[in-house]
């Protein structure tokens, strides 16, 4: 297989993933210009297509709120529970901290038994979260 070289990158080399060396002129970022170009198009083509072609019919029942099909009724800004929060905040905290096992997973022969020892200390401390979140009430909805 022959090597095609565009003003000295080797693109064999590249895609194989060898160190072809830092982009460094401004010509080097011009095919990532124009892809932004093409794409910032299409959406702004699409959009105006969708402007102009679209219907324009407008009435009571055409500008009226649209929830699901349920008609409304009451104030749309209630106030939540606090809980319904807090919950949320927890899932996301505790889904990152899983997501974390992933890597580790992922290099486990690599990492060793120094690697493992720090995973049961991560879990630990992932365990010990959860339980003071568990202690303090934090996931009982009805309270």
């Known amino acids: 297989m022959e090597a095609v ?9 590249f895609l194989s993933g060898a ?3 830092p982009m460094d002129s401004p010509q080097d970022y011009i095919p990532i210009a124009i892809q932004t170009i093409i794409a910032l198009g299409f959406v702004g083509a699409g959009l105006g297509a969708a402007a102009w072609l679209g219907p324009k019919r407008a009435g009571k029942v ?3 709120n ?3 099909g349920i008609e409304q009724y009451g104030n749309a800004r209630s106030p939540f529970s606090v809980k319904y929060f807090l919950i ?3 899932f996301v905290l505790f889904d990152v901290e899983v997501i974390f096992l992933y890597p580790w997973a992922v290099n486990f022969k690599t990492l060793g038994l120094p690697g493992l020892v720090e995973m049961f200390l991560f879990i630990g401390f992932v365990l010990a979260g959860f339980y003071y ?3 303090k009430g934090a996931l009982k909805w009805d309270s």
């Open 133 to 135: 979140v568990i202690k």
């Open 66 to 68: 649209f929830e699901c």
């Open 62 to 64: 055409k500008d009226e």
């Open 19 to 21: 160190e072809t060396g």
């Open 88 to 90: 949320a905040i927890l």
């Open 5 to 13: 070289t565009v003003r000295g990158c080797c693109w064999i080399a």
